[in-house]
T-cell receptor, first 115, second 115 residues
């Protein structure tokens, strides 16, 4: 089945390096969300894309974080000059249409560890 | 401010007993309400949602939830718990008014079902 796919599933990198996390949403889903989840904790909203509208970046924790969505499909979350506090699971979700009652479908996340 | 509260960090029940995971919310308008489940090392899975109509909503894996407008609650229930139900459960709400498609998330409740 074509669910939300995230890659890599695990990423270990040294402090100060840049990382790119990829999300392939479900085909046809116009909304895409990025979240961060620390160990055993709740979800922290990062950024939201809806169709061709300007993304809602209100959750990005610093200017080291950025995201783009090319062609309304694949999205990349980039973290520059990584810090140890960036270690977390990064989850991507997509939903269909523009109706606010549509559930979000999640990938299994990228587990990021900063040494 | 809009918010979701899951007052219990952890719920423990014996297998075969009924379970309840509590959720209360505060939003400015009428909400859409959602429950998600997260198994270890996986993304979140949609369980059920309330949009309108019958206050008792049935979802996946035998779960159900009851919308109570006067108490602003949306508690998740299951008549007979299974060990395999042990997971992290998240409640989420979205105000159906306006264009904001972001969900407001609770912090999660860890459910442990003991054999």
């Amino acid at each position: 089945g074509a669910g939300v796919s995230q890659s890599p599933s695990n990423k270990v990198t040294e402090k100060g390096k840049d990382v790119e996390l990829r999300c392939d949403p479900i085909s046809g889903h116009t909304a895409l969300y990025w979240y961060r989840q620390s160990l055993g904790q709740g979800l922290e909203f990062l950024i939201y894309f809806q169709g061709n509208s300007a993304p809602d970046k209100s959750g990005l924790p610093s200017d080291r974080f950025s995201a783009e969505r090319t062609g309304g499909s694949v999205s990349t979350l980039t973290i520059q000059r990584t810090q140890q506090e960036d270690s977390a699971v990064y989850l991507c979700a997509s939903s269909e249409g523009s109706g606010s009652n549509q559930p979000q479908h999640f990938g299994d996340g990228t587990r990021l560890s900063i040494l | 401010a809009q918010s979701v509260a899951q007052p219990e960090d952890q719920v423990n029940v014996a297998e075969g007993n009924p379970l309840t995971v509590k959720c209360t919310y505060s939003v400015s308008g009428n909400p859409y309400l959602f429950w998600y489940v997260q198994y270890p090392n996986r993304g979140l899975q949609f369980l059920l949602k309330y949009i309108t109509g019958d206050n008792l909503v049935k979802g996946s894996y035998g779960f159900e939830a009851e919308f109570n407008k006067s108490q602003t609650s949306f508690h998740l229930k299951k008549p007979s718990a299974l060990v395999s139900d042990s997971a992290l459960y998240f409640c989420a709400v979205r105000d159906r008014a306006g264009n904001n498609r972001k969900l407001i998330w609770g912090l999660g409740t860890s459910l442990a079902v003991n054999p």
